[in-house]
């Protein structure tokens, strides 16, 4: 700028800018209502909605305005915490069981996942359960502990199951009267059936300890096959149960009725006399299908031993 140039070359300079006039005066607003202008979206004129002003960039209206409703309160996420206590309480409630300790196993180590998943929920402030999902955590540990020990002992049980010595129940089908004996001396005989009634014969199995300890043959299992189809195993029963080890030397009948078709006459049984015994096999005769062999247990003498009973030797 040289000095002949004025400052402003479109105005002469003793000229002062115009001044802005107020804004017009309007009625008086209440307090609390919201001033034109003051937040994006409010235009003058423009009617507030129902229950008051809401800023478009506002989920809510903002406290101390009319129609502010406060956001829903956060609730703590302590399922995963309950989850775990559950889990670790029925984990560490079976994995006594040594059939059920492979489902211990798994229990508890679902336990031990929700646990440590709820603990951590809890040290965030988004569960209130830290004691529950700890205790889940460390039953679960103690149940798959357990578990792992008895699932060994299973494995191993099942594997090295006592077998049969004889040839017979074994390499070819054993008959009625027939002795089969096993690897640790428990020996099995089985009479014919007898028909009690016109669709149901009666078996019974002998069985004598000729071990050096005691046996658990309460546990014993059977399967039958009528002209080479298996029985159903709800229409195979065991008379009288005796939940009694068998000691060295005695012995003990075992009776079981069974369904059995009208004009059947081959009758195949697999029994195991005890949960750590393999199956041994049997092929007995069937009587006819006409009147019983026997009387049934009700009509029977009262000097007469029932099914079941212990036989001394």
């Given amino acids: 700028m040289t000095e002949e140039q004025p400052p402003y070359p479109t105005r002469p300079p003793t000229e002062d ?35 008051g002003y809401q800023p478009p960039h506002l989920p809510y209206p903002p406290p101390g305005y009319p129609g502010f409703v406060p956001p829903p309160p956060i609730l703590p996420r302590n399922g995963t915490g309950l989850a775990a206590l559950i889990l670790g309480v029925v984990a560490a409630s079976i994995s006594w069981t040594v059939f059920l300790s492979p489902l211990a196993v798994f229990l508890g180590l679902l336990a031990v996942a929700f646990g440590l998943i709820g603990a951590g929920r809890a040290k965030r402030g988004a569960a209130t359960n830290r004691p ?36 017979a129940g074994s390499d070819y089908l054993a008959e009625p009267g027939e002795e089969v004996v096993f690897e640790d001396g428990l020996a099995v005989r089985m009479n014919e059936p007898r028909r009690v ?84 096999y049997w092929q007995l005769p069937l009587p006819g299908s006409g009147e019983p062999d026997g009387p049934p247990d009700d009509e029977r003498p009262e000097d007469e031993d029932p099914p079941g009973a212990s036989l001394d030797v």
């Fill in 17 to 51: 800018p115009p001044a802005t006039p107020p804004p017009p005066a309007g009625p008086a607003t209440a307090p609390g209502t919201p001033v034109p202008g003051q937040f994006p979206g409010w235009s003058k004129g423009a009617t507030p909605p129902p229950g």
């Fill in 132 to 167: 529950a999902a700890l205790g889940g955590l460390w039953s679960g540990v103690g149940g798959a502990v357990i578990g792992v020990a008895l699932t060994v002992v299973l494995v191993v049980r099942i594997l090295t199951l006592i077998g049969v010595e004889t040839a």
């Fill in 197 to 280: 009634h016109d669709n149901e014969i009666e078996l019974t199995v002998n069985v004598t300890n000729g071990s050096d300890d005691s046996v658990e043959v309460f546990d014993d299992s059977i399967r039958a096959l009528v002209n080479g189809t298996e029985v159903e195993s709800h229409l195979v029963y065991q008379v009288a149960r005796n939940i009694e080890d068998l000691p060295p030397g005695e012995s003990r009948s075992v009776a079981f009725r069974i369904a059995v078709e009208r004009g059947a006459r081959d009758l195949g049984i697999d029994y195991a006399p005890g949960g750590d015994y393999e199956y041994a």
